[in-house]
């Protein structure tokens, strides 16, 4: 008789379609938290710089958000861990530069905290290696940098960038757990059904 088989072909597709809408509704929660990350900077991560420096930039995926003086951190800190930015960090967009002179040669670290399109602030850094080309005068740098209101001393962003970090990972877990329950729900009721 193939009338009974028609409804248990229907009740087949029930789990994946089942899936399908939760996971529909759970995963765009997921990108909604990305924070800005670099996509690019100038001098790139690695390199090697071989003519005098004027400016450090960092170009990230999204706009880069300011709240007035001190929001935004780019520091250029030399092999001794001497600032060479000369200014306070401009942001344009999704750019943030600042203007540099830098010391000898070595390996210098560009770091930054800015506020992510989210309003999370996210801190991190790239190195490129320095060759003072010869008869450039090497800079003294400075101990602090430029004051640049809440941006002077220790990064501060750097606890904040790790609790919403945190804050992700619960998300992300949150949002599996949930896609996990739902999932099992689905598969109890189907299971309930099919025995009935
Ligand atoms: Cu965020």
Redesign the pocket.
Known sequence: MPLPDAPRRTRRWRLPAALALVAAVLLPAVPA???DFPTGSSPKAGSTVTAPLKSVSVTFDEAVLTYGRGSTVLRVIGPEGRHFETACPTVTDRTVSVTTRLGGSGRYTVSWRVV?A???P?TDSLAFTYRAPSGTAAAGGSTDGPACGAGTGAPRAASSSGT?GV??LVAVVGGLLVLLVAAAVVVAVLLTRRRG
Request: glycine fraction near 10%; hydrophobic fraction near 35%.
């Open positions: 938290s990305a924070h992510s989210d309003g999370h996210v919403s804050v992700v």
